[in-house]
C-alpha cells in the first residue's frame, strides 16, 4: 500500500554534507510525521529527526545544529539535510512514516530500506 524511494546516502569526508530524501507513494490518506532513524552499534534504531504534518520538528541532541529536516507535503517527501558530519554517524539510516491509508483504517508505521551513510577519510 505504502512504498518508499529512498536516495542519498553515499561515502563522505568529515566535516561534509549529505542530503537524504525519502519519497513515499501508494495509496496516501494521509502522512502525519515522517522522519529519519539510524542503527545503533547494539542493533536498535534511534530516532534522529522527525517533522510533523503542521512542520514542527525533534531532533536527537547528537544531530542539534547539525542537521535540519523538512518536507515537501505536495510530494509526500521527507529530507534530511546532514552538515558537519563525523565518523560516529556512520550508519544505515531509516525512513519513517505515520501514513493513514483510508477513512476505515487506523494510521501506522511505514519503513524504507534503509540507506548507507558512511563518513570517512
Known amino acids: 500500500q505504502v512504498q518508499f524511494v529512498e536516495s542519498g546516502g553515499g561515502l563522505v569526508q568529515p566535516g561534509g554534507s549529505l542530503r537524504l530524501s525519502c519519497a513515499a507513494s501508494g495509496n496516501i490518506f494521509h502522512v502525519y510525521r515522517m522522519g529519519w532513524y539510524r542503527q545503533a552499534p547494539g542493533g536498535q534504531r534511534e530516532l534522529v529527526a522527525a517533522?510533523?504534518?503542521?512542520?514542527?520538528?525533534n531532533y536527537a541532541d547528537s544531530v542539534k545544529g547539525r542537521f535540519i529536516i523538512a518536507r515537501d507535503n505536495a510530494k509526500n517527501t521527507v529530507y534530511l539535510q546532514m552538515n558537519s558530519l563525523k565518523p560516529e554517524d556512520t550508519t544505515v539510516y531509516y525512513c519513517n512514516a505515520l501514513v493513514r491509508i483510508n477513512i476505515i483504517v487506523q494510521p501506522r508505521d511505514y519503513w524504507g530500506q534503509g540507506t548507507k551513510v558512511t563518513v570517512s577519510s
Open positions: 517533522i510533523g504534518d503542521a512542520s514542527n520538528t
